[in-house]
């Protein structure tokens, strides 16, 4: 059983970091593909970032490229979204999510979800992040 459990999250300056952490229970994420996403009020859900438990593909929104930065912990118990470099329209609701990586042709894993990209079928209930200007 998968269930994501997200931290990290609160009130930072513009120009601040925050770290967001995934953890599922103190069991590993592997072998899946695990997303951060957000949505702000009145906007679409976004997604960020995506790490490959199984190996070091990573893949991140135009959006974030540069600032912000998906890894995991050696144990795969955790995987972690370093935020640098906010700004006010960061501010939303940060989910983690994973998903059943795609082992045909494609990307394994995909900041979008659902089609084209792969199905994200377990979700946390989310941090809020507030950035201040």
């Known amino acids: 059983q998968v269930q994501p459990v997200e931290s990290g999250g609160g009130s930072v300056q513009a120009g601040g970091s925050l770290k967001l952490s995934c953890t599922n229970s103190?069991?590993?994420?592997?072998?899946?593909?695990v997303g951060w996403f957000r949505q702000a009020p009145g906007k679409e859900r976004e997604g960020l970032a995506v790490?490959?438990?199984?190996?070091?593909?990573?893949r991140y929104s135009d959006s974030v490229k540069g600032r912000f930065t998906i890894s995991q912990d050696n144990a795969k118990l955790t995987v972690s979204l370093q935020m640098n470099n906010l700004t006010p329209d960061d501010t939303a609701m940060y989910y983690c999510?994973?998903?059943?990586?795609?082992?045909?042709?494609?990307?394994?894993?995909?900041?979008?979800?659902?089609?084209?990209?792969?199905?994200?079928?377990?979700w946390g209930h989310g941090t809020r992040v507030t950035v201040s200007s």
């Open positions: 790490i490959y438990t199984e190996g070091s593909s990573r």
């Open positions: 103190g069991y590993s994420f592997s072998p899946n593909c």
């Open positions: 999510a994973a998903g059943a990586p795609n082992y045909g042709p494609g990307d394994t894993c995909t900041v979008r979800a659902g089609p084209p990209g792969i199905t994200y079928n377990y």
